[in-house]
């Protein structure tokens, strides 16, 4: 009988997982709010055993992140409650709040990403955990990329399920920065910090101003849905 209720309840939420896109987002979202707080504490640790500041800063980073899912995963299950209204006007000025907090996300960036650049990252993890690390980075570019063109397609018009993909796909795009300097970490000689200069110095750029242009994007794309959607005085 027991047997019976739980896989009922598991086909219940595979059913609900398919049809449900808003669903899909805030799933993925729960798991990848635990995910990204085991790896702020995992650079932190890092960072204060190796003295590391890259190690610091990207647990910083990662903290932020942290915070942001929260806050959006925390008022999604309150909104649970209320009527619709009441939820479009949380949901707004909760995308205020926590599109402030993505700038702050993007400032946070920039000192690990110049430590990046100029290869200042000492802590060699060796060649397993950068293979798991590709794996896991590769893992999150595709499919950040692809529910990010899912949702153009979506009708949930819900301001912090946009949010939480753009949030998704940032994280990848940080994820490469990752994996970038730690492949050249595990694969550089001593001799070849020069050489690396300029590549992982122009990568990084790239990357951040994606990241920044996404966010501005994200932002200026909300802020005229929810316009759209206010009600009329």
Not at 9 to 22: A, F, M, Q
Not at 84 to 95: A, G, K, N, P
Not at 96 to 106: A, E, F
Not at 169 to 194: C, G, M
């Amino acid at each position: 009988m027991v047997d019976q209720s739980i896989r009922g309840r598991l086909r219940r939420t595979v059913e609900r997982w398919r049809r449900d896109y808003s669903f899909q987002t805030m799933a993925g979202a729960c798991v990848s709010f635990c995910v990204t707080l085991l790896f702020a504490f995992y650079h932190g640790y890092l960072g204060l055993c190796f003295s590391s500041a890259w190690h610091k800063n990207i647990g910083i980073f990662y903290l932020l992140l942290t915070a942001i899912r929260g806050c959006v995963l925390l008022s999604e299950k309150r909104n649970t409650s209320r009527p619709e209204e009441m939820r479009r006007v949380c949901r707004r000025r909760i995308f205020l709040i926590s599109s402030l907090m993505l700038l702050l996300l993007d400032l946070s960036l920039i000192t690990p990403i110049v430590l990046m650049a100029l290869l200042a990252k000492p802590t060699n993890i060796g060649i397993h955990p950068a293979i798991a690390m590709a794996t896991y980075t590769t893992y999150k570019i595709i499919a950040a990329s692809l529910h990010i063109h899912k949702q153009k397609r979506a009708p949930h018009q819900n301001l912090l399920i946009s949010e939480l993909r753009v949030i998704n796909f940032i994280d990848a795009l940080v994820s490469i920065l990752t994996l970038q300097s730690t492949l050249i970490l595990v694969n550089q000689e001593s001799s070849d910090t020069s050489s690396m200069l300029p590549l992982t110095a122009s990568s990084s750029a790239v990357i951040y101003s994606i990241i920044v242009i996404t966010t501005l994007c994200m932002l200026r794309n909300g802020m005229a849905e929810s316009k759209a959607t206010r009600p009329e005085p």
